[in-house]
DNA sequence: TGATAGAACCTTTAGACAGCATGTC
DNA sequence: CTAAAGGTTCTATCA
């Protein structure tokens, strides 16, 4: 199909496309076509990754929300729809599209921007970010991440009742047990709230896409056309099979690995390959390896720019993790995983996007993440480490799929391969049955699960959509959950189950009939907990700390109101104490809401060993030692809630990564949650008059910025980290009061002589003249830290956070 | 005696959404 | 109860 042909898009779209160099649909977008998307039919379309799914969203979005010149055809092909007001002129309506990561939202964002030249506006809403610019309800087209759709249903964001489509990105996803069932009550939501919305929902190849379709009145496109070939393949001994039967030579050398033989391989004909593994150690491991053999293939000008890359890299955090990536990039491989940095994350995938680097070892984050084709994709690992299970667990046909979907740049290479690495004859079989012939496993809705329930169904009652157990089965009706299965039975048992622990929480109450949301209901599900986690910290800020397990009470429900009084007080204050720190770190640490770390050999005796000595600055019931599971996720919490102290006591990046054996991108995800959980709890505490809210407020503070209390205030003038922070301090610049009137001298000194920060600095905390022309350091400053109580006497001295080492 | 390759043993294990308020010349 | 890779330490072998 033509561009020009498009039925009911806007005039100038055609246009558009062709300047872009797009003159004819893909099939599957020809199919979405005729099927009705630019029509406001709903549409399942399960097609594979990079075969032109956004156009589909971008003619369904745009059709919707625009009053098109072929206005009129879309009234007589549609009789249905109500006549546009006037012509020419929008229709009004908002289009909604929803992404799994927030990585994924600015992705987009900025591939919707290209619209705003034709006076569409884009905006974006996630939890860590918001578009600024005006208010989300002006714009035409907004991406959010599904649970942030969620909270916005739940706060009642007014605009959500003028949705004239909605396109959900991923939609496979309502597989996924954990997140999943936001998605699929989320669409339930808006669906129900806007009648006549548009919903358009792109899968990958999936088994069952005819279930989603029939979920949401859809019709349905279902294809495996690619722009660019996908061989799959599996390698064995000397030689590469491929699905289409051919065999060729790919030798490997004495000493070398499989995975090493494929990259040189690659690399012989010019291109790149990214290489998945099952473990972060493993990633790094395979880079360090393949760093020698890509490090051959590399120009003297790749050799440059990519020392330059890595530069940037060591910039980002002094980290052990931060060198080993540098070292690798510089050899022109690196690895990619949720433990890294987001900086590195970023640097690594530009530079991939740019064939700067020849081979990426990766988690399964690259596969889910942002786009970042490769000539090859080597599946190494098809086995992972599932606790649950007790053991390997081979991958899903659907996310060994998504990995090898990566393979083939559109526009770059000829085509694209995806081979996973055998050991044996029999294990070549068994992967060409497991995974090249295989179709992906049909996606089952995990809705009818407590956890998943236990939200969901609050938020249900508190925002409005049912008022009663049956009106609340009703909504369920909607759900894929329903679609699927036919015995109603084993929903309805959870639904009980779900709302006597609501009620029993007193997040829900019940008259008659009648259900409805308690103050404190409304207020958790509005602060996006899980009503678990609300509860955990409600009875750990009631029952104030040092309540050491005072026996077996039976019961599962919190006892509350323990008294404190007969325990050693180590904690600071008499009466009233506040509680501390830590006890509030490790208060939210244990929520479900808070992923939780892993406890290593040893871990277990020195966290055990802290408990013990810290007792008294615990809130609420410490397990006691036989209840084998409870304690030890208790001292797992210990373990997370000891890492957020240091790193608000100052404590060094690397240290915590070595202590905690953790990277430091897992360092910015604990302290983001915490945050967020602080937050969370300081609104329960007032909520429920509780006095703790200031204590509550200052450890978030602490961590947010990652510095002690006396940090506080300056940490919070922009640009001063906490490093900065510190050196100002020890200056004798104690409060941004200080920084305002302060000897420029002294300030310069204290940021070792960096004049241009100094001037930002000074001028973020408004000082009158912030110009550093012609002032010298003061010489008076020492950089001796003067460390007046406890621990954290780590070294201090060695690189600034905002600047590179050079330029001192 | 010292260097080195390889066996035997030990350790560890993917990912990542969310509140609220408010600044700033 | 289930695995496997990488890292570490110990041991055998050779110069």
Redesign the pocket.
Do not use: C, F, I
């Given at each position: 199909m033509d561009v020009a042909d498009l039925p009911g898009v806007p005039s100038w779209l055609p246009e558009h496309l062709q300047s872009a160099g797009i003159e004819a649909l893909y099939p599957p977008q020809a199919e979405a076509v005729e099927a009705g998307v630019t029509r406001g039919e709903n549409l399942v379309a399960s097609i594979p990754t990079a075969s032109g799914k956004t156009l589909i969203a971008q003619l369904a979005m745009l059709s919707a929300i625009t009053d098109a010149a072929g206005a009129s055809e879309r009234e007589r092909s549609d009789p249905e729809t109500p006549p546009a007001d006037g012509d020419g002129t929008a229709l009004g309506g908002t289009a909604l599209y929803i992404v799994?990561?927030?990585?994924l939202a600015s992705e987009k964002q900025a591939e919707f921007e290209e619209f705003e030249q034709y006076g569409l506006d884009v905006g974006v809403s996630?939890?860590?970010y918001?578009s600024?610019g005006g208010w989300l309800a002006d714009k035409d087209i907004v991406v959010?991440?599904s649970?942030?759709v969620d909270?916005l249903v739940r706060?009642d964001a007014p605009w959500l009742d003028d949705l004239a489509c909605v396109v959900s990105d991923e939609v496979h996803l309502v597989d996924?047990a954990?997140?999943g069932p936001t998605l699929e009550v989320t669409l339930a939501k808006l669906r129900r709230i806007n009648p006549d919305m548009q919903t358009v929902a792109l899968s990958a190849t999936i088994g069952n896409a005819d279930v989603l379709a029939e979920w949401l009145d859809a019709e349905l496109v279902d294809s495996d056309w690619r722009p660019i070939s996908l061989k799959k393949g599996v390698h064995f001994g000397q030689a590469l099979h491929l699905e289409d039967g051919s065999q060729s030579e790919l030798p490997v050398r004495n000493s070398e690995k499989q995975t090493a033989a494929i990259v040189r391989d690659t690399l012989d004909d010019d291109g790149s390959t990214l290489v998945f593994?099952?473990?972060?150690?493993?990633a790094?491991?395979?880079a360090?390896?393949l760093a020698s053999v890509t490090r051959e293939a590399l120009t003297p000008a790749e050799r440059e720019q990519l020392a330059d890359v890595a530069a940037e890299i060591r910039d980002v955090s002094d980290t052990e993790t931060s060198d080993d990536l540098a070292d690798a990039v510089a050899d022109g491989a690196a690895f990619h995983?949720?433990?890294i940095a987001s900086g590195h994350r970023e640097l690594v995938e530009d530079a991939f996007r740019d064939r700067l680097l020849k081979v990426v070892s990766a988690?399964?984050?690259l596969a889910?993440?942002v786009n970042t084709p490769s000539r090859r994709v080597v599946v190494r690992?098809w086995?992972?480490?599932?606790?649950t299970?007790?053991?390997?667990q081979p991958l899903s046909v659907l996310e060994v799929h998504q990995m090898m979907g990566r393979a083939g740049r559109p526009g770059l290479d000829p085509y694209g391969e995806a081979i996973i690495p055998a050991?044996s004859h029999d294990e070549l079989d068994e992967l060409f049955d497991r995974y090249v012939w295989a179709d992906p496993e049909p996606v089952q809705s995990k809705l009818a699960a407590e956890p998943a329930l236990r939200t969901h169904l609050l938020a249900t009652v508190a925002s409005g959509f049912a008022r009663s157990r049956d009106g609340l089965l009703e909504f369920l009706e909607r759900t894929l959950y329903a679609t699927q299965t036919d015995e109603s039975g084993r929903l309805a048992r959870v639904v009980d189950e779900v709302l006597g622990y609501l009620q029993r929480n007193d997040f829900l109450e019940r008259d008659g009939e009648e259900l409805s949301a308690t103050s404190l209901g409304h207020t958790v599900s509005?602060?996006?907990l899980d009503p678990m986690s609300a509860a955990e910290i409600i009875d750990g800020l009631r029952s104030g700390g040092g309540s050491a397990a005072n026996g077996d009470d039976a019961s599962e429900e919190p006892a509350g109101f323990t008294t404190a009084s007969d325990l050693a007080d180590e904690a600071g204050g008499d009466e009233a104490k506040d509680p501390t720190a830590m006890g509030l770190y490790h208060l939210v640490a244990r929520t479900p809401?808070?992923?939780e770390l892993?406890l290593?050999?040893?871990d277990e005796e020195e966290y055990s060993q802290i408990a013990f000595e810290r007792e008294a600055e615990f809130l609420g019931r410490m397990p006691s030692e036989f209840e084998d599971d409870r304690f030890e996720d208790w001292l797992a919490a210990l373990k997370t809630a000891r890492l957020l102290e240091d790193w608000a006591s100052e404590v060094d990046e690397d240290e915590i990564t070595d202590r905690y054996?953790v990277g430091p991108g897992?360092i910015r995800?604990k302290v983001?949650?915490a945050?967020?959980l602080?937050?969370?709890a300081?609104?329960l505490a007032s909520e429920l008059g509780l006095d703790a809210a200031p204590a509550i407020r200052r450890a978030?503070t602490r961590v947010e910025h990652g510095v002690r209390e006396e940090l506080v205030d300056l940490a919070g003038v922009?640009g001063v980290g906490r490093k900065r922070a510190r050196r100002l301090f020890d200056a004798g610049i104690e409060s941004r009061a200080d920084l305002r009137d302060a000897e420029k001298s002294v300030v310069l000194a204290a940021l070792r002589g960096r004049a241009k920060t100094a001037e930002n600095v000074l001028e973020?905390a408004?000082h009158r003249d912030p110009s550093m022309d012609g002032i010298e350091p003061s010489e008076e400053v020492s950089y001796e830290r003067s460390d007046s109580d406890g621990r954290a006497s780590d070294g201090e001295e060695a690189t600034d956070d905002q600047t590179s080492l050079g330029d001192f």
């Open positions: 799994p990561l927030r990585a996630t939890g860590n918001e600024d959010a991440t649970e942030k909270s706060n996924d954990e997140r593994v099952n473990s972060r150690r493993n790094e491991a395979a360090g390896r995983h949720a433990g988690t399964p984050t889910a993440g690992d086995r992972r480490y599932d606790g299970a007790g053991g390997m050991a509005r602060l996006y809401d808070m992923y892993y290593r050999s040893g054996g897992d995800g983001e949650s945050q967020w602080l937050g969370a300081e609104s978030r922009r973020n408004g």
